[in-house]
């Protein structure tokens, strides 16, 4: 099993920044991609930005272009979120996850989740 523990979330003005950190640990297998996603109150879960773990190319939503940046850190089995100019839209609970295979932009395969951290954005 994988477990995955998230940290950084917070309260943070409009224009702030937060920087997520996502440790894995368990039987750590290298992951085929990595990815944060965020889910509002009321909303669908959606994926905020992967990260392919062998090559660290990457994907964001439209939304946070510019504004995220995702990394990781292999020695440390880390996966990060850098997060600038913060909206208020940008608020809700982060979750961490991992899949094994397939599009890392998609959610399907994200098998490994983490219990999320919350993040609050105020105007």
């Known amino acids: 099993q994988v477990q995955l523990v998230e940290s950084g979330g917070g309260l943070v003005q409009a224009g702030g920044s937060l920087r997520l950190s996502c440790a894995a640990s368990?039987?750590?297998?290298?992951?085929?991609?990595m990815a944060w996603f965020r889910q509002a109150p009321g909303k669908e879960r959606e994926i905020v930005a992967a990260?392919?773990?062998?090559?660290?190319?990457?994907y964001y939503a439209d939304s946070v272009k510019g504004r995220f940046t995702i990394s990781r850190d292999v020695a440390k089995n880390t996966v990060y979120l850098q997060m600038n100019n913060l909206k208020p839209e940008d608020a809700g609970v982060y979750y961490c996850?991992?899949?094994?295979?397939?599009?890392?932009?998609?959610?399907?395969?994200?098998?490994?989740w983490g219990q999320g951290t919350q993040v609050t954005v105020s105007s």
């Open positions: 996850a991992a899949k094994k295979w397939g599009t890392m932009s998609l959610r399907v395969g994200y098998d490994y």
């Open positions: 368990g039987r750590t297998s290298s992951p085929y991609a």
């Open positions: 990260i392919n773990w062998s090559i660290s190319s990457t």
